[in-house]
């Protein structure tokens, strides 16, 4: 019960509880002031009853309006404590989540669906909100009420309240069959909502594709599958529960029924008289809203605790391990022995590699696609760990292994241009500096100029993803970046690839410029590119096959050189 509210109130119980009790004794002002309308009743029935004449029906009235006038002041901060805190607490918990999600490796985030994150942050928390600030004060509230009812007419008269009652052990039982019964079809109709949420982002993302295939998109059928399966599921569910939640009404509402018919029964034996009854009918009556109110939003909540769980698992993700040790001295690089092999795959992408890169050195890792470059360019990154062996940074006697610091920590040694740059809405000196105003418009056009940032001033506008500019140009911001920082490792994954000879030309001379500051480690994909790399890397099928520099390679006669002939005369010798 309380790893549910847990769950449910992100941890905060403790607010929780002094919103259920601001709702509950408000609830309770608003239903006692019943007991003032059966007084006002059976003092208007006094002259018939015994003669006598009705007496304080003023008082009784005044009270039931100071009751229901109470029960709004105590409503209203109740409410009011309500929405902040969830609104509050459901604020905090997305930028927790998205702390969290920041800090797992590259690994676990590839195995993400961003469509399954976004509707975590967005709709699983807003559904946490309409719990917190709706479902379950509304929930203890009515089971507060309704057992300050039982209590009360349990000691007025058992029999009555047995007859008032009797049914609802029933209704417990629908309810808990509906529960288990709905438990797998909510999280069946949760996944399909999710599938079709992320088929549509695809089908958005591709309608140019579409077009450009004369296919307009009709055959996306995996979209329009998704959207049949999510209606078949979410009326499957809604049919599905229907007739047992209204049974499980139906249950408590016909307690009244009965008290009505057993009524005759205890007005003939003189148990109550006629007006007492008709008193103890009403109080009962008023109690059947608090008991329906339950029973709708019991079930409400059974589906809303679906969203609670997505959050959990989410925030169960394990992230990367390390100690805040302190930075060690010095870039040097020394991998260990290294192996890597992603979860999904049946073999190592990597295995066995071992290198040292000197700090302040330039290496290039080429090789033909699929040997491992980019692997080893995201595990010096320390996007993953890897699966044995070991990589250090730092001076080599003071060298700390990675898995010993802690990854945020070790950030500040890297930059990094991959090869999907990723720009945001706003200035180019936001883009380059990343929000942080400690760097002066003299160092950030210094860094747009060393970068070949010829195009644009800082002050000029880029669109979301930087879709107003060329990639060559999205690249040499993304350089810029990277010689604001200073940081000393920059890792550039096979940055000029897909750019023309100019823009190539002009990502090639700030990449050199970087260069000079610190240790670079670019992937290649043209050769050419590299010859005067101090160390060239050629990984093929998941080793290190041949190392050197260019002259060094060429005279090995091995794959490196096989590749650059290629290269020049544009035909494959593999
Ligand atoms: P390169 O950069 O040289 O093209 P990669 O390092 O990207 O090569 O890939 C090395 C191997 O690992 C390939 O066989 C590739 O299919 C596999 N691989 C890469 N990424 C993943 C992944 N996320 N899950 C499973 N296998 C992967």
Not at 91 to 110: D, M, V, Y
Not at 212 to 238: H, I, P, V, W, Y
Not at 278 to 298: G, H, K, N, Q, Y
Not at 486 to 500: C, F, M, Y
């Amino acid at each position: 019960m309380f790893e549910f509210l847990d769950l449910v109130t992100l941890g905060q119980r403790k607010k929780f509880f002094k919103t259920v009790l601001l709702v509950s004794l408000s609830d309770l002002f608003n239903f006692s002031s019943i007991f003032f309308i059966c007084w006002i009743i059976y003092q208007m029935f006094s002259p018939w009853l015994d003669g006598s004449e009705p007496e304080g029906l003023a008082v009784a009235a005044c009270a039931a309006a100071a009751f229901m006038l109470l029960s709004y002041f105590i409503a209203v901060p109740g409410y009011r404590s309500t929405y902040i805190d969830t609104y509050r607490q459901s604020a905090a918990g997305r930028l927790q989540l998205a702390e969290h999600i920041r800090k797992l490796s590259a690994e676990q985030l590839s195995g993400l669906d961003p469509e399954r994150i976004s509707r975590s942050m967005m709709n699983d928390f807003a559904d946490l909100e309409t719990v917190c600030s709706h479902l379950l004060p509304e929930i203890c509230s009515a089971v507060f009420v309704c057992l300050l009812v039982a209590a009360g007419l349990t000691i007025y008269n058992w029999q009555i309240a047995l007859c008032f009652f009797c049914c609802i052990p029933a209704a417990f039982l629908i309810l808990r069959a509906v529960v288990r019964r709905s438990g797998s079809m909510t999280d069946r109709q949760r996944k399909t909502a999710l599938e079709a949420s992320s088929n549509l982002s695809e089908f958005i993302s591709g309608i140019a594709t579409f077009k450009a295939n004369c296919m307009g998109g009709a055959k996306f059928s995996r979209l329009t599958d998704s959207f049949e399966q999510l209606r078949k599921q979410s009326l499957r569910l809604e049919v599905t529960m229907m007739p047992f939640a209204l049974m499980a009404m139906s249950c408590m509402g016909s307690g009244i029924g009965i008290l009505v018919f057993a009524g005759q029964y205890f007005i003939a034996s003189g148990t109550v008289t006629p007006v007492e009854f008709l008193c103890v009918t009403l109080i009962a009556a008023r109690s059947i809203v608090p008991m329906l109110t339950f029973s709708v939003e019991f079930l409400e909540l059974q589906y809303f605790a679906g969203s609670a769980k997505k959050i959990r698992e989410l925030m169960m993700m394990k992230q990367m391990e390390g100690k805040s040790a302190g930075l060690p001295a010095g870039s040097d690089l020394q991998l260990d022995r290294v192996c890597y092999r992603y979860p999904s795959a049946a073999k190592d992408a990597l295995s066995n590699v071992s290198l040292s890169i000197p700090a302040g050195t330039s290496v290039a890792i080429v090789g033909p696609s699929g040997g491992g470059k980019s692997t080893l360019l995201r595990l010096i990154a320390r996007c993953m760990d890897p699966t044995s062996g070991q990589i250090r940074i730092g001076d080599p006697a003071s060298a700390v292994c990675y898995t010993d610091l802690d990854p945020e920590e070790l950030n500040r040694k890297f930059s990094i241009v991959f090869q999907n740059t990723v720009l945001f809405n706003g200035t180019v000196r936001f883009n380059v500096t990343l929000g942080d105003e400690s760097f002066t418009r003299e160092q950030v056009e210094n860094a747009l100029k060393t970068a070949r940032v010829d195009f644009a001033t800082q002050d000029d506008l880029i669109a979301e993803y930087g879709q107003n500019l060329s990639g060559g140009e999205r690249q040499r911001i993304c350089i810029a970046r990277c010689l604001l920082r200073k940081a000393p490792v920059v890792l550039l994954d096979e940055v000029t690839s897909s750019l023309d000879v100019w823009n190539s030309r002009a990502t090639q001379q700030a990449i050199s410029s970087l260069a000079g500051s610190g240790t670079v480690i670019v992937i290649a994909h043209r050769l050419q590119s590299v010859t005067d790399y101090d160390r060239i890397i050629f990984v093929e099928n998941g080793s290190i096959v041949e190392e050197g520099t260019h002259g060094e390679l060429l005279a090995l006669n091995g794959r490196y050189r096989a590749m650059w002939e290629a290269e020049l005369h544009g035909f494959s010798q593999r």
